[in-house]
C-alpha cells in the first residue's frame, strides 16, 4: 500500500504497508512506514498470532515493548478494517458488472 499524494503531498508514491497474507490473515513480517519513507512499525506474525513488534517515533526513538505491543494491536485492527472495506467495495463492484453484463 502507498502513500496518494493528495492528502501526503510530499509522500506521493512512498510505501506504506507491506506484508504478507496467508488464509485471510498477517503471515511474516509486516512493515509500516511513515509518509517520510523511515519505518514506523514491524510486526511479525506466524498464522496470523503476533509474535513480535518494533516501534518507533517519527524521530527514530524505539518505544517500550509495551509500547510498541500497544500500537501493533492498534494498527492491526485499522488494517483489518481498511482491508475488509476493500473487500466489500470489490464484492459490490463485482455484482455491479455482473448485473450490467446480464443487461
Do not use: N
Request: hydrophobic content about 30%.
Amino acid at each position: 500500500m502507498w502513500y496518494g499524494a493528495l492528502r501526503y503531498p510530499e509522500a506521493g508514491g512512498h510505501l506504506k504497508l507491506e506484508g504478507t497474507f496467508a488464509d485471510g490473515g498477517y503471515d511474516g513480517t509486516v512493515t509500516r512506514f511513515y509518509p517520510s519513507g523511515t519505518r514506523q512499525s514491524l510486526r511479525v506474525y506466524e498464522h496470523g498470532v503476533l509474535r513480535r513488534s518494533q516501534y518507533w517515533s517519527p524521530g527514530g526513538s524505539d518505544a517500550s515493548a509495551a509500547g510498541a505491543a500497544k500500537e501493533a494491536e492498534s494498527e492491526h485492527k485499522q488494517d483489518m478494517a481498511y482491508l475488509s472495506t476493500l473487500e466489500d467495495m470489490v464484492a459490490r463492484s463485482l455484482a455491479q458488472a455482473h448485473r450490467e453484463v446480464r443487461k
